[in-house]
């Protein structure tokens, strides 16, 4: 079992929706990501919050609109996506940004309609 | 050219074989994540080594610092240990990993 938990496991939305993806996790970790990966390709860094705050937004479109509410919580606000934002959205945590090891959740598969 | 490539890009292996994933980087890092995905989407973290060699159970990974160069071994490999195995460097002023495209393994019994 992933000590990181993502919600929904499967999300299907249209082009005109607002979602949202959860990421919780309880290890007390203070760096938390989100990663895009599409079908047979490497994970895509989103975004990264290190102590809360916002550390790295590696140049993803205002769509997609991260929020880190806690410690314990990351959250990923989805507005007006396009079908190829499809993919498979993986949350992660480690004790802190950088040299540490990496738990990834389970994933949230999103489908644009 | 890519900054991490791994080897082979597909490996099929009867259940029980030695098996080695090789991985090479070109960019100065700190650190070195492999990392397990299985088909439905979950990814687990086997190992984060800087130098030397770590082991855990039947999987053992070791890293050459001065060749850039990291490898995965799997003994007495099982058909469960079949998944995509993926080699990521941290580099970079904020220690992002950096993915290999990974390796797909498949053991058959």
């Known amino acids: 079992d992933t000590e990181v938990t993502q919600t929904p496991k499967h999300l299907v939305m249209g082009m005109t929706n607002k979602k949202s993806l959860k990421c919780e996790q309880h290890m007390g970790h203070r760096a938390m990501y989100w990663y895009k990966q599409k079908a047979k390709k490497p994970p895509e860094l989103m975004f990264v919050?290190?102590?809360?705050?916002?550390?790295i937004n590696e140049s993803v479109p205002s769509r997609f609109s991260p929020e880190c509410p806690n410690s314990s919580l990351l959250n990923l606000h989805l507005h007006a996506l396009q079908p190829e934002d499809s993919a498979l959205y993986l949350c992660?945590?480690?004790?802190?940004?950088?040299?540490?090891?990496?738990?990834f959740g389970n994933g949230t598969r999103l489908t644009v309609t | 050219k890519n900054e991490v490539e791994q080897s082979p890009q597909n490996l099929t292996a009867q259940e029980g074989e030695f098996i080695t994933i090789n991985c090479s980087y070109s960019v100065g890092i700190s650190a070195l994540h492999w990392l397990q995905q299985h088909p439905g989407g979950g990814i687990v973290s086997l190992f984060m080594l800087s130098s030397g060699k770590k082991k855990h159970g039947r999987l053992i990974a070791t890293i050459n610092i001065q060749e850039k160069h990291s490898s995965l071994h799997i003994t007495a490999s099982h058909p469960r240990d079949s998944a995509v195995y993926i080699c990521?460097?941290?580099?970079?002023?904020?220690?992002?990993?950096?993915f290999g495209k990974g390796t797909k393994l498949s053991v058959k019994p």
């Open positions: 992660a945590s480690s004790p802190v940004q950088g040299d540490s090891p990496l738990h």
């Open positions: 990521a460097p941290t580099g970079g002023s904020q220690g992002n990993l950096i």
């Open positions: 919050y290190s102590y809360e705050k916002l550390s």
